[in-house]
Each structure stands twice: as structure tokens, then as C-alpha cells.
């Protein structure tokens, strides 16, 4: 039996969320620069939206570049953003024939022209695409998206278009960058680190966390299969008790 057959089609996640690292130590330990990690991290990329529209995920968010990325040695934020719109410009045509629509999440006013330019472009030639969604988290980082929805909030609380006792769950996810996506139900980080890095903090509330030694230049479909196998093992009880689940599956079945 394969690694995919082993996987459930019917308890899929529904959005999957992956911290894309290890670019930079996975090129030093072949001896190159940090770019020629970025180039071939891009092989992933296409191997892993692949297999996610294979399966039939809904949402894919990749974290391909944070805010706290602008403040790395120019010549790797140069040769990254040339990278990240190249590489999406080339893939648009993939991306209609596998019927993928994107999405970009993150502060796009730091972005060069030519690369906002690039992906406007992008968004609205994939815009009528109606299977997976992938959501590319460029220039992102949760405190931004959070500052910025406070924001908005604050003002439109002053317009008079929302009452402070209005302000709920749902209306802050409005507000959101994510506010068209489900919550991510399972976020991979590769590389080995074991932290969030200023990603998803209020969307990740009650996702299983999943976290690899895989450099993401060397993360294929095999390596997501074992990540939603062993998220296919997880018990999700938000909060309640095991038998409470158990009880609760009893009755769906039933
Ligand atoms: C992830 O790889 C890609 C980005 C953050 C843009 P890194 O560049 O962080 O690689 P490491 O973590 O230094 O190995
Ligand atoms: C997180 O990785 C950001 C992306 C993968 C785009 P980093 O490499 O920037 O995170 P830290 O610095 O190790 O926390
Ligand atoms: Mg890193």
C-alpha cells in the first residue's frame, strides 16, 4: 500500500498551511549561496500545489515571505522577490489548467511596483478558477494582518458602521486578511524549527501542528502524505473531553 492510498479522502483538512523553511541551510550544506536554496525551494512549491490539487484540498497557504524578511541582506531580498514574480508569471498557465486560484495575503504596499504589477496581473488570470485555492502569504505576518484589522475595526466603529457590541468572532475574521478562507486545520513547518514565526497566530488556534526535519527545497508529496496521515491520527476535541469526540462520531455514524 502506497503513503497516498493510506490516506482517507473523506477526512482531508480542509486548508493546510505550511511554514516554508530551511532554503537558506539546505543550499549552505550543498555549499552554494542562500539563492540557489530560494531556486530550488521553487521545485517544492510546484511538487506540493501539485499534490494538494491531486487530493483535493480547498485551501493551501504557503508562507513564502514574512515582514521580518525585508530586514535580510539585500541582495537576497532582490534575488527573492525576483524569484517569487518570476516564478509566479511563469506558472499562471499551470495554474488555469489545473483550475488553481490564487490568492496573495500580506502588506503588498512594501512590494516593488513591478512585483505588485506582476501579481495583480496573476490574481485576475486565475481569478475564475474554481478548484483549489492557493494562497500565497507574501510580505505577511500575523501582527501586521492583526494591527491593520484593529485598525479598520476602530474606524469603522467611528463611522458609526459598527457597534462595539457588534464586534464578535465572525466580525474580527472579517477583518482579516484570511476572511474568504477557512481556518487552517493543519500547518507544517519544515526545517526542523518549532515555532509559528509570526504566522496565522489567530487562524491557528485549533490547528494540529505538524513539524518535519525536511529542508523545503527536499519536501515532495510523499512528505505531505505522512503529514496528513499522522494528522488523520490526531484526536481534535477542541477544548472538549476524548469521550465527548468519541460520543460525537458515535451519533454522525449512526
Ligand atoms: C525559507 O528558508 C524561505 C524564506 C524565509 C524566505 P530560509 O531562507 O529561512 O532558510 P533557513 O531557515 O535560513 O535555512
Ligand atoms: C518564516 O521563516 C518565514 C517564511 C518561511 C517565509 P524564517 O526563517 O523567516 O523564520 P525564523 O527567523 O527562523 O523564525
Ligand atoms: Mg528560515
Redesign the pocket.
Known sequence: MSLKEKIDINRLPRHIAII???????A?EQGQD?LF??FH?VESVRNIVEGCAELGIGYLTLY???TE?WDRPVEEVTG?MELLVDTIRKEVATLNKNNIKLHVIGDLNMLPDYARNELKEALDETSHNTGLNLVMALSYSSRWEIVNAIKNIAADVKAGKLQPYEIDQDSIKDYLATKEFPDPELMIRT?G?YRISNFLLYQLAYAELYFTQV??PDFRKENLYEAIIDFQQRERRFGKTGEQISQQEKTAIS
Open positions: 516554508m523553511d530551511g532554503n537558506g541551510r539546505w549552505k542562500r536554496g530560494h525551494g513564502a515571505f514574512s524578511n527573492l526545517s524549527e529542508r523545503w
